[in-house]
């Protein structure tokens, strides 16, 4: 009561002005006006003492009925533990329930993260493989390119000899040319031939007409004449053949000349069509391998970011281990909440002893149950709260 | 004439000029331009300028052409060559063999 202690204080303090004014002043006036406040003082404490004792009065009357307040307060109390009983049961299935679907969800999702890891790396080796294929034959011998640059290489030896056999087929023209000039010197060799058997044919005459003349002497010379005449027709006869064999053999050679020129004139437009398609085929076969390389980039850079993806997917599973935590911290919250449901209950079945003893041991208990959860909470926090900083945990 | 060709004594030029095709019923007016001609160091110049059509016997002709140049110490330029005769030059990988411009 700090009323109490500043009146006593003025009342010390008059007092002592008492004293003084009687050992010290003694004036009359003085004693009279300090003695007058002491009183007046006096009065005034009482009047306050009065007013206190009234308002003090009125808790006092409230603890004459504490039967009635007892059992209200043993009312609240029972319907507080029931009301957490309930709640408990309820958190704890729900807990119990949450626990379940995450472990089947992280168990699911493990699954089919492993699933798509060795169905990534299978698709990654039928890639593999289909580039392979896309580079050879069957056989694995030579690649498309080699078959086209082989192909060029067959067309450019075709057109060769194409040439060769062109530059071949004019030289052997040139060659039936200069026998067909022989042919022609032949026949110039003939004429003089059959110019000299139609004189020897003339001289035979002569010599037959002058052995004529010469009678029985010249009938033996008349018989030679004959003779070298028939000769000389026959030799022309023979001349003749010749100049028709000859002949012969010009047409022969005439159609030689037609073989040879057939032989000769390839026409070289399909060659260079050929050639033409050749060289699209080989550009085309160069963008298909440009492609082809491009892609096998594109897609071995796509693989390890398929993995990187998995990989992270697996991480963040993770959270079942830290959810684990969570709950498990719940439930010990549960339990503290439960243990004070139980003193609750501890209150309840004493209804006849002191209201104010069990309060106060209430009070306790939770203080105790709270210091307990507090320092629970306190050793939680310092954990692991983040997924990012772990290792990767396979599971 | 199809085949024309003249001899240019003062800058040692042969000029062989054909006309639109070049096949083998040229070979002996073209053999006749060159096959008297014995004079070493002379420079043939083949003109395709006119030339459309070209066979493997006119090829043939121009390395028959390319021998007689060979064996005379001279020089073979093919000059003007139209697009596809070029080509099938090119096919026949001629211009390894001689100069063509």
């Known amino acids: ?395 | 004439m199809t085949v024309n060709s003249s001899l240019h004594s003062d800058s040692n030029q042969l000029i062989i000029s054909i006309d639109e095709r070049f096949d083998f019923s040229l070979h002996q007016q073209f053999r006749d331009c060159y096959s008297q001609v014995q004079q070493k160091g002379l420079e043939y110049i083949l003109d395709l300028s006119k030339t459309k059509y070209m066979d493997s016997s006119a090829l043939g002709m121009i390395l028959l052409l390319k021998d007689h140049v060979e064996m005379y110490a001279s020089t073979l330029t093919i000059q003007n060559p139209s697009d596809t005769v070029s080509k099938i030059l090119e096919i026949a990988q001629f211009h390894r063999l001689m100069t063509i411009k």
């Open chain 1, 1 to 395: 009561m700090s009323i109490n202690r500043y009146m006593f204080g003025l009342f010390f303090t008059l007092t002592i002005l008492i004293i003084v004014n009687q050992l010290v002043i003694e004036s009359s006036a003085m004693f009279f006006v300090v003695v007058t406040l002491l009183l007046f003082c006096l009065g005034y404490y009482f009047l306050i003492l009065e007013k206190s004792s009234i308002s003090n009065s009125s808790p006092a009357k409230e603890q004459y009925i504490p039967d009635v307040d007892n059992e209200l307060i043993h009312n609240v109390v029972f319907e507080l533990q029931q009301f957490l009983q309930q709640e408990i049961k309820v958190i704890e299935a729900e807990l119990n329930r949450t626990k379940l679907l995450i472990e089947e969800a992280v168990f699911g999702m493990s699954d089919s993260f492993k699933e798509m890891q060795s169905l990534t790396d299978e698709q990654q080796s039928m890639i593999l493989q289909l580039i392979d294929n896309s580079h050879s034959f069957a056989g694995g011998e030579g690649t498309l390119e080699d078959f086209v640059k082989d192909s060029d290489k067959t067309l450019d030896d075709f057109v060769n000899v194409i040439v060769n056999t062109s530059k071949q087929s004019l030289e052997t023209m040139n060659y039936t040319d200069e026998m067909v000039t022989q042919f022609d010197g032949i026949f110039n060799i003939l004429s003089q031939v059959e110019s000299l058997a139609s004189q020897t044919n003339l001289l035979a005459l002569n010599a037959a007409i002058e052995a004529a003349r010469a009678g029985d002497a010249g009938r033996g010379f008349a018989v030679v004449a004959n003779e070298v005449r028939s000769l000389s027709v026959d030799s022309t006869e023979l001349n003749q053949e010749i100049r028709n064999e000859i002949n012969q053999a010009k047409e022969t050679i005439a159609n030689l000349r037609q073989s040879v020129e057939i032989m000769a004139s390839a026409d070289m437009t399909s060659t260079l069509e050929a050639k033409n398609k050749m060289s699209v085929m080989m550009k085309h076969v160069d963008k298909l391998n440009q492609y082809t390389n491009s892609s096998v980039d594109k897609l071995s850079n796509l693989s390890p970011k398929l993995t990187d993806a998995v990989a992270t997917g697996v991480r963040s599973l993770q959270f079942e281990d830290l959810t684990r935590q969570s709950l498990h911290s719940l439930e010990l919250n549960v339990e503290s909440i439960l243990s004070i449901s139980k003193v609750l209950a501890d209150f309840e079945n004493k209804p006849s002893s002191d209201v104010h003893q069990q309060l106060i041991s209430l009070k306790d208990k939770c203080q105790a149950v709270y210091q307990e959860t507090h320092l629970a909470e306190s050793k939680r926090s310092v954990k692991q709260l983040n997924m990012d900083e772990g290792d990767i945990d396979l599971f």
